[in-house]
């Protein structure tokens, strides 16, 4: 399934994967897979949410979606959380709020993060989500429920489009604001 539609508008669809609230950035990649003598990012991946969820990285799909609570991200201000996050496929963090380094450090690394209230509430694991951003629209397939959300503006999205701001640098060889 992929996480990104056809002619430029941002759609993500995937499985749910339901988290709590204060999902920390040590939850996602643990500092000591983090610190270890890994070279490479991707090397990290099989260790991607390893206390919490066990063998996420071998059943995350593409596309796939994060639901949680309150305070998504707290923790340190390394920006591999997200980096893998993308990397591993996830296609959309959704969550009740978001720390404001783990938030920009998504938008940089070209994943996804949309903050809503009813969401996060009535879905389970494994339900289909999909998230319209340009739309500012959230629906849980599986239950038939629409929340609006605030859609995210430009410049970011501008920088979700490029998959993350090292890459829109490269095409436009300037930064968007």
Same mark, same amino acid.
Do not use: C
């Given at each position: 399934?992929?996480?990104?539609?056809?002619?430029?508008?941002?759609?993500?669809?995937?499985?749910?994967?339901?988290?709590?609230?204060?999902?920390?950035?040590?939850?996602?990649?643990?500092?000591?897979?983090?610190?270890?003598?890994?070279?490479?990012?991707?090397?990290?991946?099989?260790?991607?949410?390893?206390? %919490?969820?066990?063998?996420?990285? !071998?059943?995350? @799909?593409? *596309? =796939? +979606? &994060?639901? /949680?609570?309150?305070?998504? $991200?707290?923790?340190?201000?390394?920006?591999?959380?997200?980096?893998?996050?993308?990397?591993?496929?996830?296609?959309?963090?959704?969550?009740?709020?978001?720390?404001?380094?783990?938030?920009?450090?998504?938008?940089?690394?070209?994943?996804?993060?949309? %903050?809503?209230?009813?969401?996060? !509430?009535?879905? @389970?694991? *494994? =339900? +289909? &989500?999909? /998230?319209?951003?340009?739309? $500012?629209?959230?629906?849980?397939?599986?239950?038939?429920?629409?929340?609006?959300?605030?859609?995210?503006?430009?410049?970011?999205?501008?920088?979700?489009?490029?998959?993350?701001?090292?890459?829109?640098?490269?095409?436009?060889?300037?930064?968007?604001?």
């Amino acid at each position: 399934m992929e996480a990104w539609s056809e002619m430029n508008s941002l759609v993500v669809r995937g499985r749910a994967w339901v988290l709590g609230d204060n999902v920390t950035t040590d939850h996602i990649i643990s500092g000591k897979y983090k610190y270890s003598k890994m070279g490479r990012l991707e090397e990290m991946l099989p260790y991607v949410f390893a206390d %919490v969820i066990p063998g996420f990285y !071998e059943r995350v @799909r593409p *596309g =796939d +979606v &994060i639901v /949680a609570g309150e305070g998504f $991200g707290y923790g340190s201000s390394r920006e591999h959380a997200a980096r893998l996050l993308r990397l591993a496929g996830v296609g959309a963090v959704i969550a009740k709020s978001f720390h404001r380094i783990f938030y920009r450090n998504a938008i940089n690394s070209g994943l996804p993060v949309i %903050v809503a209230k009813r969401i996060p !509430e009535i879905t @389970r694991q *494994g =339900d +289909v &989500i999909e /998230a319209r951003l340009e739309e $500012g629209v959230v629906i849980n397939v599986t239950r038939n429920v629409v929340e609006r959300v605030a859609s995210i503006e430009e410049p970011l999205l501008s920088i979700l489009r490029e998959g993350g701001l090292i890459e829109y640098f490269k095409k436009r060889g300037k930064l968007p604001w």
